[in-house]
């Protein structure tokens, strides 16, 4: 099994409201990443946990909360965003961090409205 | 910036012609790695070059990588409508904790 599976895949959300994105990789890797990706960019690191800690947050604001319950699962939890949140948010996965290659998620397309 | 450099942005070539997509970056490598991604997709794996490791080929991809130059190019042989998305090369950073990603080739290749 060399998938990573995201859900949901599309998700609207109000700027008053609290959702969770979710992700899970059953190939024993031991790092996963949040990306934020605009439309025509390269995606943007958001977060990486690795051995289930979290191991680099790029300065993402607080409404943005990651959790990695265990080594397969990773949420991302969203509260009082705002429009320009809105963007394809991509989970990945990697054996050895940046050494080995990542495996990506199809992605949540999130609107903030 | 720590983002690396593609070039050229956007490619438009026919079916059956080769792709040449460039990315170049800075600082020393452990390894680069280029990722394909179709339109609003999540991103897939090609190839990952070893900085020891000048060539490197999967199918109608070959992948080279200069470290003198701090260059690597991905050139895509025979090229398919179905290749038409965007690349991107990345490289490891943070003590090879994370990829620093290039902006990325926008490819069509046209019927």
């Known amino acids: 099994d060399t998938e990573v599976t995201q859900t949901p895949k599309h998700l609207v959300m109000g700027m008053t409201n609290k959702k969770s994105l979710k992700c899970e990789q059953h190939m024993g890797h031991r790092a996963m990443y949040w990306y934020k990706q605009k439309a025509k960019k390269p995606p943007e690191l958001m977060f990486v946990y690795s051995y289930e800690k979290l191991s680099i947050n790029e300065s993402v604001p607080s409404r943005f909360s990651p959790e990695c319950p265990n080594s397969s699962l990773l949420n991302l939890h969203l509260h009082a965003l705002q429009p320009e949140d809105s963007a394809l948010y991509l989970c990945a996965s990697s054996q050895m961090g940046a050494r080995t290659e990542a495996f990506f998620g199809q992605g949540t397309r999130l609107t903030v409205v | 910036s720590q983002q690396g450099e593609e070039d050229p942005q956007a490619l438009s070539i026919q079916e059956g012609e080769n792709a040449t997509m460039n990315c170049s970056y800075k600082?020393?490598?452990?390894?680069l790695q280029w990722y394909r991604q179709n339109s609003g997709r999540g991103l897939v794996h090609l190839i990952l070059?070893?900085?020891n490791e000048r060539e490197k080929h999967s199918g109608r991809l070959r992948v080279t990588l200069d470290t003198s130059k701090k260059s690597s190019s991905l050139l895509i042989t025979a090229s398919r409508a179905a290749d038409t998305a965007s690349y991107f090369c990345a490289r490891g950073a943070g003590n090879n904790r994370k990829l620093i990603w290039g902006l990325g080739t926008s490819l069509a290749v046209n019927p």
């Open positions: 600082t020393s490598i452990n390894n």
């Open positions: 070059i070893r900085s």
